[in-house]
T-cell receptor
Framework: QKEVEQDPGPLSVPEGAIVSLNCTYSNSAFQYFMWYRQYSRKGPELLMYTYSSGNKEDGRFTAQVDKSSKYISLFIRDSQPSDSATYLCAMSGRKDQFYFGTGTSLTVIP | KAGVTQTPRYLIKTRGQQVTLSCSPISGHRSVSWYQQTPGQGLQFLFEYFSETQRNKGNFPGRFSGRQFSNSRSEMNVSTLELGDSALYLC?????????????FGPGTRLLVL
């Protein structure tokens, strides 16, 4: 069983929709959680970084962590065509090594 | 400020050969991590270097090695290439180990092994 599971999609939504991206994990020691966005032919860029449980909001992006369910989510409000990319979740217990999901491909249709 | 640079951007090699990839971190960043990205496995951690010392290593065979120089630039080497080594190799730099919130990735080197 992989440490981190992420639905690869692809996910296709109309512009302006709310997007929900999710990851599940098996290691209860994970307490650092990150979301990255990766455009084609580019390296990943950090979107959100959270510690432990709870919500964190940054503009149109909201990250949620539910440690009891071992489930994390990234919500994108008012999605734009420029949000079309692959979204990767990553997590770690002691910040010495991060485990990544395989990524969810998102397309926002104008 | 210049971002993380990786050279070369693309490489084609044949089985059994070896390859060296280079990474120049963001100025002031002293920690460099390497990752392998494939469609099936996603991003997998290879190793992390700080102050010319390997701090952490992922679950990869000894054919994968790396080093870091005094100016924080890093190289990784893969010997005796196998078809399964075809992947995007990403380098990421951060201010220090454990400061992933400051981590930036380079564009990657795409390696194709024939």
């Amino acid at each position: 069983q992989k440490e981190v599971e992420q639905d690869p999609g692809p996910l296709s939504v109309p512009e302006g929709a709310i997007v929900s991206l999710n990851c599940t994990y098996s290691n209860s020691a994970f307490q650092y959680f990150m979301w990255y966005r990766q455009y084609s032919r580019k390296g990943p860029e950090l979107l959100m970084y959270t510690y432990s449980s709870g919500n964190k909001e940054d503009g149109r992006f909201t990250a949620q962590v539910d440690k009891s369910s071992k489930y994390i989510s990234l919500f994108i409000r008012d999605s734009q065509p420029s949000d079309s990319a692959t979204y990767l979740c990553a997590m770690s217990g002691r910040k010495d090594q991060f485990y990544f999901g395989t990524g969810t491909s998102l397309t926002v249709i104008p | 400020k210049a971002g993380v640079t990786q050279t070369p951007r693309y490489l084609i090699k044949t089985r059994g050969q070896q390859v060296t990839l280079s990474c120049s971190p963001i100025s002031g960043h002293r920690s460099v991590s390497w990752y392998q990205q494939t469609p099936g496995q996603g991003l997998q951690f290879l190793f992390e270097y700080f102050s010319e010392t390997q701090r952490n290593k992922g679950n990869f065979p000894g054919r994968f090695s790396g080093r870091q120089f005094s100016n924080s630039r890093s190289e990784m080497n893969v010997s005796t290439l196998e078809l399964g080594d075809s992947a995007l190799y990403l380098c990421a730099s951060s201010l220090a180990p454990g400061s992933q919130e400051t981590q930036y990735f380079g564009p990657g080197t795409r390696l194709l092994v024939l």
